[in-house]
């Protein structure tokens, strides 16, 4: 397993890095300030038609000027030279004193197929799908509907269900996010000690096959859509755990596996809001056995001004689902309506907290 900082030591070198940026803006009149946060949009673009061009690949072997990565990628030379230098500007990618450009750390993450890849998210995030969601923001403000709906012209769930390509594009960002958090969530919870874990909602069956590889005695149960099962029995597979688990088709609004130990469930709950989540929540609550344990991998806002990018994940999921991310009271307020008491909150080195409850009624 790598070794992680503790939270404790990421949480100071954060505020050292927050206070930073807030001297950095507040050394440039406020107009500019503006302007340079309202422009951020610029930069998630460009990163994103690097990533589709596949320029990270081609700079695996070493430097390149612009002219020869517009012949391998297929561009045009001057337009390429464009991008390559304001994504330079970013530290994404390095133009050397001899005018080629190069992979710099941040860069490598575009590179397709390495362990540390950060591709599919990218892919996501630059996304017209995704971006045109984005922009109907005010909208979904002044009328409290996911603007998803506007632009997909039906719910986003639905709308992935008839949209192959780009719920493969969503489905391998989910994948990505899911093993960037499993460090910092395998380092600060222990599994071992479970014998059949129940992934509720579970998708492809990432974290599922990462729970039981860090639990090698354990059995596991993937709950998840039809649509969905056929591929996580497959990435299950591949992972060598498949004959070790159960996979059963239903909604996690109406039934749950009744004979595990832990209950799982990622980044699910945020999707909906307080009546839905509770009603998740309950019918969970109904099927488990008493003694188990309930874990929510979840964002957790902190209060006041304190910088989190549960602060922004909360606007995507408003914008999208019609979901939220909560605070620390929000959860017990919530959880206490399902029927659980919750027992604690571990904060870890990523933006995601584990949220662990047990049957309280």
Known sequence: MTRLPPARVVRAAT?????????????????????????????????????KLGIADVLASGPLSADDVAAEVGSNPDTTHRLLRACAALGVFREGADGRFALTPLANGLRSGTADSMLPV??????????????????????????????????????????????????????????????????????????????????????????LDAAPSAKGVLLEREVLIGEAE?????????????????????????????????????????????????????????????????????????????KSLDLDMMIFVGGRERTEQEFATLLDRAGFRLTRVIPTISTISLIEAVPGR
């Open 15 to 51: 505020a050292v890095r927050t206070t930073l940026q807030t001297l950095t803006r507040r050394m440039v009149p406020p107009e500019i300030g503006l302007l340079e946060l309202a422009s951020g949009f610029m930069a998630t673009h460009a990163i994103y038609a690097a990533a």
């Open 122 to 211: 990218i892919l996501m995030l630059g996304d017209p799908h995704y971006q045109g969601t984005w922009g109907q923001l005010a909208h979904t403000v002044e009328s409290g509907m996911p603007g998803a709906e506007v632009i997909f012209g039906r719910p986003m769930w639905d709308y992935l269900d008839h949209d192959p390509e780009f719920a493969a594009t969503f489905n391998n960002a989910m994948s990505r996010l899911s093993a960037l958090d499993w460090p910092a969530v395998e380092a600060a919870y222990d599994f071992t000690k479970f014998s059949t874990i129940i992934d509720v909602g579970g998708g492809h069956g990432q974290l599922l096959a990462l729970m």
């Open 234 to 310: 497959e990435h299950l597979r591949e992972a060598g755990v498949l004959p070790r688990c159960r996979l059963e088709a239903g909604s996690f609004f109406e039934t749950a596996p009744s004979d595990g130990d832990l209950y799982v469930m990622r980044r699910v709950i945020h999707d909906f809001d307080d009546e839905q989540a509770a009603a998740i929540l309950a019918n969970v609550r109904r099927h488990m056995p008493s003694g188990s344990i309930l874990l929510l991998l979840e964002s957790v806002v902190p209060p006041g001004n304190t910088p989190h990018f549960a």
